[in-house]
């Protein structure tokens, strides 16, 4: 078995190489004509992921086509999941810059952490229900605010 210890130090030693040197190994692992980001740390999990897979191998035939079967689904994204095919947003008329119910948004605010759950009809915080994100935006900061905007959702 191949030894874990020096394959964890390679990767430790990662961090510490110059972005050139990160971006000359992204192009060996990934092919001369990709594009080679200049995010350090973007770089670093990349060549982490790839090194791994190459270790370890990739994830199986089943699993990717699960993943991708999910992906058309539920694509939180671009909220394919409250989508129909033609991109028209189904009959709940949800807003289409609303990330899809379950999701939480979180914003810092005058150093306090504020969680909003996205439900199917409105929004919860603090265990209460609101219909808008304005309306939470209100009650929080005391003014009139574009929940949109104060959150900083779909902008």
């Known amino acids: 078995m191949p030894n874990h210890e020096d394959f964890f130090k390679e990767i430790a030693a990662l961090n510490s190489k110059p972005l050139k040197d990160l971006q000359t190994q992204y192009k060996q692992l990934y092919g001369q004509n990709k594009t080679v980001p200049a995010n350090k740390s973007f ?44 991109g028209d947003a189904k009959k709940s008329n949800r807003d289409p810059r609303l990330p899809i119910p379950g999701t939480i948004i979180a914003k810092l605010y005058k150093g ?24 939470i935006a209100k009650d929080v900061s005391g003014n009139i605010w574009n929940g949109f905007l104060f959150f900083k959702v779909g902008i």
């Open 112 to 135: 306090k952490k504020l969680e909003v759950k996205v439900l199917e009809k409105g929004f919860e915080y603090k265990g209460k229900v609101y219909r808008s994100l304005s309306a």
């Open 43 to 86: 770089l670093v999990k990349r060549i982490v992921y790839k090194l791994q897979e190459q270790k370890h191998g990739g994830l199986s035939q089943a699993a990717k086509d699960k993943a991708s079967a999910l992906i058309s689904k539920h694509d939180p994204v671009n909220n394919q999941s409250v989508r129909s095919k033609n």
